[in-house]
């Protein structure tokens, strides 16, 4: 790994860039102000110890910059590693970022998942220790992140052997597939959706026990207006709890009274979104009203045949539903999950 930065304009990509070449990979990161990040791949039989050495270091960094225009800040030699740890909890101590999981960078999801980690432990914390849950709500922390993790860094792992193959045939068989797969447009280039949902714990069901309609997915998070006219991003104006999205005023109000207890009890925000420029929100009693700024919103729902949707803490989908009664049931099933662990 080296860190330069740059001492004057060069003609470098402008996103993050793998070299897929047999000779010898490499990565290229593009980092804050002028700092650049390039890794390079030891290849077998070489010494990792020589390229402490500019007589080795700079010619093998040459092949991807010239490196007159560069000035090294660091640099280090280290390896990828794909490990998880088999246990994230012992008692009252659990475990997240590094020190659960280490992933090769390929996928970029390192830091990433460590923060999904802290989403998903923290608002189980504040509800064992504020909101009177007892500790069985945190088994779920393991059962959530742990299966999670380990796709992370499996197809990080898997990525990480496309780029860095060495045979040059198996090269070329490798950029022959890629080539049609991109020609052909079934080639999956956004980085997302190689990132998996959950699939285990705090989830709804639907028939059959299968998981509820979205349920495990990362809800969105579009652009709506502030009570000052600026658009702003949702969560700053919805809140930290659980919430019940809906396109319906009249799946709303045809909310049974059961089901407006349990939004009561558990402190669940409602709220209804317009499209922009589609006229007035039909006002009703504890609804918060947003109207976003594009069709993010409606098209989720209707790319899913919902009109409701109830969205964790952690911004993690519990479920969709098409109708009131569809949302009822959800929020029995929420309430049935964690009620029961209440003192």
């Given at each position: 790994l080296v860190e330069p930065l740059l001492k004057r304009e060069l003609d470098l990509p402008k996103k993050a860039t793998h070299y897929c070449h047999p000779s010898r990979p490499g990565s290229f990161?593009?980092?804050?102000?002028?700092?650049?990040?390039?890794?390079?791949?030891?290849?077998?039989?070489?010494?990792?110890?020589?390229?402490?050495?500019?007589?080795?270091?700079?010619?093998?960094?040459?092949?991807?910059?010239?490196?007159?225009?560069?000035?090294?800040?660091?640099?280090?030699?280290?390896?990828?590693?794909?490990?998880?740890?088999?246990?994230?909890?012992?008692?009252?101590?659990?475990?997240?970022?590094?020190?659960?999981?280490?992933?090769?960078?390929?996928?970029?999801?390192?830091?990433?998942?460590?923060?999904?980690?802290?989403?998903?432990?923290?608002?189980?914390?504040?509800?064992?220790?504020?909101?009177?849950?007892?500790?069985?709500?945190?088994?779920?922390?393991?059962?959530?992140?742990?299966?999670?993790?380990?796709?992370?860094v499996s197809r990080a792992k898997e990525i990480g052997?496309?780029?860095?193959?060495?045979?040059?045939?198996?090269?070329?068989?490798?950029?022959?597939?890629?080539?049609?797969?991109?020609?052909?447009?079934?080639?999956?280039?956004?980085?997302?959706?190689?990132?998996?949902?959950?699939?285990?714990?705090?989830?709804?069901?639907?028939?059959?026990?299968?998981?509820?309609?979205?349920?495990?997915?990362?809800?969105?998070?579009?652009?709506?207006?502030?009570?000052?006219?600026?658009?702003?991003?949702?969560?700053d104006l919805v809140g930290a709890g659980f919430a019940a999205f809906s396109t319906s005023a009249e799946l709303l109000l045809n909310l049974s009274e059961s089901a407006r207890n349990i939004l009561k009890n558990l402190g669940i925000q409602l709220v209804q979104f317009k499209k922009s420029g589609s006229g007035p929100v039909k006002a009703q009693e504890n609804v918060l009203c947003l109207e976003e700024q594009h069709d993010l919103v409606s098209n989720w729902f209707m790319d899913r045949h919902v009109e409701a949707v109830l969205v964790r803490p952690d911004h993690y989908v519990f479920g969709a539903a098409a109708d009131a009664s569809g949302l009822a049931d959800l929020l029995r099933q929420l309430e049935a999950q964690v009620a029961s662990s209440k003192n």
């Open positions: 990161v593009i980092g804050p102000g002028d700092l650049r990040r390039w890794e390079l791949k030891i290849l077998p039989g070489e010494d990792p110890t020589s390229f402490e050495s500019d007589e080795v270091f700079f010619p093998a960094l040459s092949k991807f910059v010239d490196v007159s225009k560069v000035e090294i800040w660091r640099r280090a030699i280290y390896c990828f590693h794909a490990l998880v740890v088999d246990e994230w909890q012992s008692g009252r101590v659990f475990l997240m970022g590094d020190a659960a999981h280490q992933t090769p960078p390929f996928l970029g999801q390192g830091l990433c998942a460590g923060i999904r980690d802290a989403a998903n432990l923290a608002w189980k914390l504040d509800a064992v220790e504020h909101q009177g849950y007892s500790a069985s709500l945190l088994g779920s922390y393991t059962e959530e992140r742990k299966p999670h993790v380990r796709e992370v052997l496309i780029i860095g193959e060495l045979d040059m045939e198996a090269a070329r068989k490798r950029d022959a597939e890629l080539g049609e797969l991109i020609a052909s447009g079934k080639a999956e280039t956004i980085r997302q959706k190689f990132v998996p949902g959950l699939v285990t714990g705090l989830l709804g069901k639907g028939q059959g026990g299968q998981l509820a309609n979205s349920a495990g997915e990362v809800f969105i998070q579009p652009w709506v207006k502030s009570e000052g006219g600026e658009f702003v991003r949702m969560d």
